[in-house]
């Protein structure tokens, strides 16, 4: 049995095949129902949903005992709702400890993918463990005795940090006193050049990954004024929410929040980019998105 494990993870390792295949038995497909975090999902399974822990990776949390997920926590996820999301038959492997101390299922898993380096079941697949590391959104984490492709696992990680992906990309767009989360307020035009600055200023967000602003909104603690971000999935990038009435962003400086719900997920008091001079676009960096 052991010769013939070493023989399949030989393969596994491209060095006697163009594609990889699975060292143990695996089972599926089987439809995704969920996404909790970048390593936990939840899949269906014949008892009824069945969450499952990748093996030999570690995501960023999405709580933490102080409340709200850790850094990249949410791009993580994202990165894994993309790949995976709900409806997507994945092939499911276990290895020689199925289940952890909280009653999940522990598993490799495949998803059909023409690009893919792993045949299984005749078809060609990516594993998804793998794939989360490569992309860096996730850190090798070995628990014996599930170790089959712990090395591989190794190997992506490095390349990833050397490659400045994912948890080590950072962001043209961040200093070290910006949020670390998915949404960041970046730039606003408070001192438009219109009567009372009615129906001029805007402010604008930056999202690092596509995002469902649904909820979202920016707040004004002097006036209580809520400005609602949309609801629905917008795209990374620029995001630029209007203020169609009168001004409430006080020319000579103010704090924006934004806000989901009654939590605060950003805030930035923009007094030190204040100009004075109308139509002007003040921006976190300094520089003006357009």
Same mark, same amino acid.
């Given at each position: 049995m052991r010769v013939l494990r070493a023989v399949l993870l030989a393969v596994y390792l491209g060095l006697g095949a163009? /594609?990889?295949? !699975?060292?143990?038995?695996?089972?599926?497909?089987?439809?995704?129902?969920?996404v909790v975090d970048g390593d936990?999902? &939840?899949?269906?399974?014949?008892?009824? !949903?069945?969450?499952?822990?990748?093996?030999?990776?570690?995501?960023?949390?999405?709580?933490r005992? /102080?409340?709200g997920p850790e850094p990249y926590g949410i791009e993580a996820r994202a990165f894994l709702e993309a790949l995976l999301p709900p409806g997507? !038959?994945?092939?499911?492997?276990?290895?020689?400890?199925?289940?952890?101390?909280?009653?999940?299922?522990?598993?490799?898993?495949? &998803?059909?993918?023409p690009a893919g380096d792993w045949l299984v079941a005749?078809?060609?697949?990516?594993? &998804?463990?793998?794939?989360? &590391?490569?992309?860096?959104w996730a850190t090798p984490l070995t628990i014996a005795p599930n170790e089959t492709y712990?090395?591989?696992?190794?190997r992506a990680a490095a390349a990833s940090e050397a490659g400045r992906r994912g948890l080590w990309a950072g962001s043209p767009y961040v200093t070290a006193d910006w949020p670390t989360g998915p949404i960041l307020i970046w730039c606003a035009l408070v001192n438009p050049s219109t009567p009372n600055d009615e129906a001029g200023e805007w402010v604008?967000?930056?999202l690092r990954v596509p995002l469902d602003t649904r909820g979202y909104y920016l707040f004004d603690e002097g006036s209580k004024a809520r400005f609602r971000l949309p609801a629905g999935v917008q795209p990374a990038g620029e995001l630029r929410v209007e203020n169609p009435g009168r001004g409430v962003w006080n020319n000579a400086g103010d704090t924006i929040y934004l806000m989901l719900g009654d939590q605060v997920v950003d805030a930035w008091d923009y007094t030190a980019h204040v100009t004075r001079v109308e139509d002007v676009v003040l921006c976190r960096d300094g520089v003006s998105p357009d």
């Open positions: 163009a /594609q990889s295949a !699975p060292v143990g038995t695996f089972y599926g497909p089987v439809p995704v129902l969920a936990t999902l &939840v899949l269906e399974s014949n008892l009824g !949903p069945r969450t499952v822990r990748l093996i030999g990776i570690d995501a960023p949390e999405m709580r005992p /102080q409340g997507t !038959p994945v092939w499911v492997e276990v290895d020689l400890a199925p289940t952890d101390a909280y009653g999940r299922l522990l598993a490799y898993l495949y &998803v059909a993918d005749d078809a060609t697949a990516t594993q &998804v463990n793998l794939a989360v &590391v490569e992309a860096g712990a090395d591989l696992y190794e604008s967000v930056l």
